[in-house]
């Protein structure tokens, strides 16, 4: 079975601070691929990032770093310096070779305080 | 390059009723996928679509179904509304029939059932 998890439902942070969303994943497929959304009030999901199995190293993308880790089977965003327009909800997917879906967490809302 | 576009914005529904989302792709993109995001839950796959034919269906009834025409613009239908159905529905395109291409979403459709 896939399953994604992200514990923290809500998370409040002051601007500037940094802050870790964090994701674990289950699938028993050796290729696999996992995606972060954000999705602000306006409803529409946000692509940020992709990662596939293969591919372990992290990335880092302005304020927004990645850390993949399969040993621990986890997918961490980390937002840097945090901004009041960081606020909004965001989902953690995978997906595996072959199949046509994707499965989303929780989500974990992030509330950036000015 | 306009993104995925979805109509209507909102809709309001009783009981019983049927209903019909509409999708646009983006330019080029062959697949569609319809996903139905409950309040405060992440969202749920219900149907992929490529090349007019579906490729997948999650585990939702019978009185969900969807088709996509020639010029990949897709339409979700739902039958005999029932208050559960109350949500937002994405619709997301992809390039490829599988769901391990990256799926970009559009704004979503808020349906209400009173």
């Known amino acids: 079975a896939q399953k994604v998890t992200q514990a923290q439902t809500e998370i409040s942070v002051v601007e500037k601070e940094d802050v870790t969303l964090d994701c674990v994943y289950e699938t028993r497929d050796t290729t696999y691929y996992l995606f972060w959304y954000k999705q602000p009030p306006s409803g529409e999901l946000v692509f940020l990032i992709r990662?596939?199995?293969?591919?372990?190293q992290n990335e880092i993308s302005g304020r927004y770093s990645w850390n993949f880790q399969k040993s621990t089977s986890s997918f961490n965003f980390t937002i840097t310096a945090s901004q009041v327009v960081d606020s909004a909800v965001y989902f953690c997917?995978?997906?595996?070779?072959?199949?046509?879906?994707?499965?989303f967490g929780t989500g974990t809302r992030l509330k950036v305080l000015a | 390059d306009a993104g995925v576009t979805q109509s209507p914005t909102h809709l309001i529904k009783t009981r019983g009723q049927h209903v019909t989302l509409r999708c646009s792709p983006i330019?080029?993109?062959?697949?569609v996928s319809w996903y139905q995001q409950v309040l405060g839950q992440g969202p749920q796959f219900i149907f992929q679509?490529?090349?007019?034919?579906?490729?997948g269906r999650g585990n939702f009834p019978d009185r969900f179904s969807a088709r996509q025409f020639p010029n990949y613009s897709s339409e979700l239908n739902v039958n005999a509304l029932l208050l559960g159905d109350s949500a937002l529905y994405l619709c997301?395109?992809?390039?490829?029939?599988?769901?391990?291409?990256?799926?970009?979403f559009g704004p979503g459709t808020r349906l209400t059932v009173l």
């Open positions: 997301a395109s992809s390039s490829l029939r599988t769901g391990t291409d990256t799926q970009y």
């Open positions: 990662r596939n199995s293969f591919d372990e």
């Open positions: 679509y490529y090349e007019k034919e579906e490729r």
């Open positions: 330019s080029g993109h062959k697949s």
């Open positions: 997917a995978l997906t595996t070779s072959g199949t046509y879906k994707y499965i």
